[in-house]
């Protein structure tokens, strides 16, 4: 399942100016939310397996987030940028 949303508002010159600035780690961050995306849906899954009404859901928003993290992943290889540590938090943007 996935899903195409159209942005309500423009970026921010000074937002994309920051990223920009450090695109490196804006791709680390990004790779690091898509990762715990996924990993937030899965663990739902196994906290409330009784919540038959939005396991299928669940299931296929942790597909959804974990392909993102590939896609982000396989980049970030070509690019030779490191994933950021797991235990960093870090959300910069």
């Not at 920009?20 to 680390?28: A, E, G, I, K, Y």
């Not at 899954?45 to 396991?55: G, N, Q, T």
């Not at 392909?67 to 950021?84: D, S, T």
Request: proline share 3%; with cysteine.
């Amino acid at each position: 399942m996935q899903y195409k949303i159209e942005l309500a508002n423009a970026s921010s010159q000074a937002w994309l100016d920051t990223v920009m600035n450090d695109f490196n780690s804006f791709l680390q961050d990004h790779a690091d939310c898509e990762r715990k995306a996924s990993a937030m849906a899965m663990s739902f899954v196994a906290k409330y397996p009784e919540r038959h009404e939005i396991i299928p859901e669940l299931i296929a928003t942790g597909i959804e987030e974990l392909e993102h993290f590939q896609q982000v992943y396989e980049f970030m290889r070509q690019k030779g940028i490191p994933l950021a540590k797991a235990n960093v938090t870090r959300s910069l943007y």
